[in-house]
């Protein structure tokens, strides 16, 4: 039997022993579906609680305890995370012994960088950006080195460097040291055994005829999204309004760009995510319309989730403030926002204006203010790109 053949045997066993495990709390899960999941906690927050990372299907994780629609799941000897019981199938009887980690492979081709690491089996990992200098980092869970060989080919353009260190008996964690300063994204997942690690480069010339930017207009057709305060308009009627004005402004500028919707749509927050990443857009922007319950909180505020694309966020921000009248509500870190989770691009998520406030909400309604946003933003992604190194 080949190993990919026996892994394949072994997951369809798995499957197959889920449909006893309905009833009681299962030994083990594995992941399924959607754009599964790992938490650091249970909490409260309006968007959930604090997220580790998408990853992969088909891994399995020893079930610890179960907390409302969660599994708490066991990644090593010391750690544990929880994982929404829609992500899993659970099952009975298996002893989960730690994977080896074996050799590597860093090329390149004419598009990512990719760092393979071999497996003896797929286990939970998460990733995330460092700055100054720039790295991607990633932990595996249950897994023991077995690395005694790492290639590295000359086609690889963006990483300068990768290792590990062994950082406790099941814990691996990996750098992957990038030639540039700033962060242009990267996608993890698993290809049969091995962690597949693909990294954008960033482009040669900072030219913005030769990006894709996606515009994302929140909410749509069921999912009105906030109101305004006075004229009860829906936030889900004027993100598109403004998507539409950057759109415009964009190809203006020769800007191709991708429309997430264009018209009254329902569209779920993690298709929005999906079919981002199958169009593969070089950037990616969110406009929604902020609401609070305090009718006096007004202003702009620009939202990231990875510290690699802060200064994304920033340079938006920054244009943005430049338009009078619009106050600085601020710039938001390790934002737990669906559309703005994956590592893949560089994203901002902007909340032009509060629809709960008067100021803002007449704002909103003016078409000229629409255009003046739409300009600032493109704008703002112009002096970004001037700031690569
Ligand atoms: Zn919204």
């Given at each position: 039997?080949?190993?990919?053949?026996?892994?394949?045997?072994?997951?369809?066993?798995?499957?197959?022993?889920?449909?006893?495990?309905?009833?009681?709390?299962p030994?083990?899960?594995?992941?399924?579906?959607?754009?599964?999941?790992?938490?650091?906690?249970?909490?409260?927050?309006?968007?959930?609680s604090?997220?580790?990372?998408?990853?992969?299907?088909?891994?399995?994780m020893k079930?610890?305890?179960?907390?409302?629609?969660?599994?708490?799941?066991?990644?090593s000897?010391?750690?544990?995370?929880?994982?929404?019981?829609?992500?899993?199938?659970?099952?009975?009887?298996?002893?989960?012994?730690?994977?080896?980690?074996?050799?590597?492979?860093?090329?390149?081709?004419?598009?990512?960088?990719?760092?393979?690491?071999?497996?003896?089996?797929?286990?939970?990992y998460?990733?995330?950006?460092?700055?100054?200098?720039?790295?991607?980092?990633?932990?595996?869970?249950?897994?023991?080195?077995?690395?005694?060989?790492?290639?590295?080919?000359?086609?690889?353009?963006?990483?300068?460097?990768?290792?590990?260190?062994?950082?406790?008996?099941?814990?691996?964690?990996?750098t992957?040291e990038?030639?540039?300063?700033?962060?242009?994204?990267?996608?993890?997942?698993?290809?049969?055994?091995?962690?597949?690690?693909?990294?954008?480069r960033?482009?040669?010339?900072?030219?913005?005829k030769?990006?894709?930017?996606?515009?994302?207009?929140?909410?749509?057709?069921?999912?009105?999204?906030?109101?305004?305060?006075?004229?009860?308009?829906?936030?889900?009627?004027?993100?598109?309004?403004?998507?539409?004005?950057?759109?415009?402004?964009?190809?203006?500028?020769?800007?191709?760009?991708?429309?997430?919707?264009?018209?009254?749509?329902?569209?779920?927050?993690?298709?929005?995510?999906?079919?981002?990443?199958?169009?593969?857009?070089?950037?990616?922007?969110?406009?929604?319309?902020n609401?609070?319950?305090?009718?006096?909180?007004?202003?702009?505020?620009?939202?990231?989730?990875?510290?690699?694309?802060?200064?994304?966020?920033?340079?938006?921000?920054?244009?943005?403030?430049?338009?009078?009248d619009?106050?600085?509500?601020?710039?938001?870190g390790?934002?737990?926002?669906?559309?703005?989770?994956?590592?893949?691009?560089?994203?901002?998520?902007?909340?032009?204006?509060?629809?709960?406030?008067?100021?803002?909400?007449?704002?909103?309604?003016?078409?000229?203010?629409?255009?003046?946003?739409?300009?600032?933003v493109?704008?703002?992604?112009?002096?970004w790109?001037?700031?690569?190194?």
């Amino acid at each position: 039997m080949t190993t990919r053949f026996r892994f394949i045997a072994f997951v369809f066993l798995v499957l197959c022993k889920t449909g006893t495990a309905r009833d009681s709390i299962p030994s083990y899960i594995i992941t399924t579906g959607k754009l599964p999941q790992l938490a650091y906690s249970t909490g409260e927050d309006r968007l959930g609680s604090a997220k580790m990372g998408y990853i992969d299907t088909m891994i399995v994780m020893k079930v610890i305890g179960t907390v409302k629609n969660l599994f708490k799941v066991q990644l090593s000897a010391s750690q544990y995370a929880f994982i929404d019981t829609n992500h899993v199938q659970g099952f009975h009887d298996t002893i989960l012994s730690p994977a080896l980690c074996e050799s590597w492979k860093v090329n390149g081709d004419d598009k990512f960088d990719s760092v393979s690491i071999g497996l003896t089996g797929r286990i939970p990992y998460k990733s995330w950006m460092e700055i100054n200098p720039s790295r991607i980092k990633i932990e595996l869970y249950n897994v023991q080195s077995n690395t005694n060989w790492i290639t590295q080919l000359s086609t690889a353009k963006a990483v300068k460097n990768v290792w590990y260190d062994q950082r406790e008996s099941d814990v691996l964690q990996i750098t992957i040291e990038l030639v540039k300063q700033q962060h242009y994204g990267y996608s993890i997942g698993y290809n049969g055994k091995s962690l597949l690690v693909k990294i954008r480069r960033l482009p040669a010339a900072a030219d913005l005829k030769k990006m894709t930017i996606a515009i994302d207009a929140g909410h749509g057709g069921t999912n009105v999204g906030a109101s305004g305060v006075t004229s009860k308009v829906f936030e889900k009627d004027y993100t598109l309004l403004f998507a539409r004005e950057l759109q415009k402004v964009l190809k203006k500028q020769k800007v191709k760009v991708l429309m997430v919707r264009e018209t009254d749509t329902t569209i779920e927050n993690k298709d929005r995510v999906l079919w981002a990443q199958q169009n593969n857009p070089d950037l990616f922007i969110s406009f929604h319309l902020n609401s609070s319950g305090r009718n006096y909180v007004r202003g702009v505020s620009t939202y990231y989730k990875h510290i690699g694309y802060r200064s994304f966020t920033q340079g938006i921000q920054k244009r943005l403030l430049e338009i009078k009248d619009l106050k600085e509500f601020g710039n938001i870190g390790s934002f737990n926002f669906t559309p703005i989770q994956p590592t893949d691009y560089p994203s901002c998520l902007v909340e032009i204006a509060f629809l709960s406030n008067v100021q803002d909400e007449k704002m909103i309604l003016d078409p000229k203010f629409r255009y003046k946003v739409a300009y600032q933003v493109f704008l703002g992604i112009k002096d970004w790109v001037k700031t690569w190194k």
